[in-house]
């Protein structure tokens, strides 16, 4: 019962938790954007990057579920979690337009079901996802503000399509990323068939917080979301 209310809840609470406060200067921030979408996908496109074969006979990419953690309870009857296949981890994200130029580091989900928030200046990777050069989409989330300070995604609403985004791997490769769509959403309804899926084409998405904010919970009502493809 308990897994299956974290399901529940993951789509409206995973990402409340970005900007609790409106921080010092809300007028600097980037909170109400208008949709925007290229007129054109990239052609150049690269391979995905190599994958090693699954020692333990498992397929190697979790079939496409309802949410983000429904793969995780493994074979019916099992709560015991899949391994995840070993992969290059995210450590950094430019975006040359919004000045970003910020450390990523892996992040998971509280007892609560809640996205487990990163730090004010970093970016956090969401590591039940898909990873960069894989199929899937590679979710990076950061706060807009955070308890008086500004954060990596302050300007998130001003990138565009055709933009660059270059995300840096573990073992010191890059990875770059064309835009191709900025919008909102309310936070019940970010799409889960383009966001959480392991499966697909390859997509990088950033998120972070936006739109109104509403005094009495401290909170914004809205996500801001960027769509990147890869590049060659």
Same mark, same amino acid.
């Given at each position: ?50 994958? !090693?074969?699954?020692?333990?006979? =498992?397929? &190697? ?5 309802? /949410?983000?953690?429904? +793969?995780?309870?493994? *074979? ?81 609403? !001003?990138?565009?399509?055709?933009? =660059?985004? &270059? ?5 010191? /490769?890059?990875?770059? +990323?064309?835009?191709? *769509? ?51």
């Amino acid at each position: 019962m308990l897994a299956l209310a974290v399901v529940a809840l993951l789509g409206a609470t995973l990402l409340v938790a970005l900007a609790v406060r409106p921080g010092p200067n809300p007028d600097a921030a980037v909170l109400d954007v208008e949709n925007a979408v290229a007129s054109s996908v990239p052609s150049t496109v690269p391979p995905a990057m190599p994958r !090693e074969s699954s020692s333990a006979g =498992r397929p &190697t990419t979790p079939p496409v579920a309802a /949410s983000p953690l429904a +793969y995780l309870l493994g *074979e019916p009857g099992s709560a015991i979690p899949p391994p995840i296949e070993p992969r290059l981890r995210p450590v950094h994200l430019a975006i040359g337009r919004i000045s970003v130029d910020d450390p990523v580091r892996a992040v998971g989900l509280e007892d609560d079901g809640q996205l487990e928030v990163p730090g004010p200046a970093e970016i956090g990777w969401y590591r039940y996802g898909a990873a960069p050069g894989h199929p899937g989409a590679t979710v990076l989330a950061a706060h807009v503000t955070w308890n008086g300070e500004y954060g990596p995604f302050l300007r998130l609403g !001003e990138v565009e399509p055709g933009d =660059r985004i &270059t995300v840096g791997l573990e073992d010191g /490769s890059e990875r770059v +990323y064309e835009v191709i *769509e900025r919008t909102m959403y309310a936070k019940d309804s970010l799409p889960r068939d383009r966001i959480w899926r392991n499966t697909g084409e390859e997509n990088l998405v950033l998120i972070t917080c936006g739109g109104d904010f509403n005094p009495e919970i401290h909170r914004y009502r809205q996500n801001i979301v960027v769509y990147a493809v890869p590049v060659v």
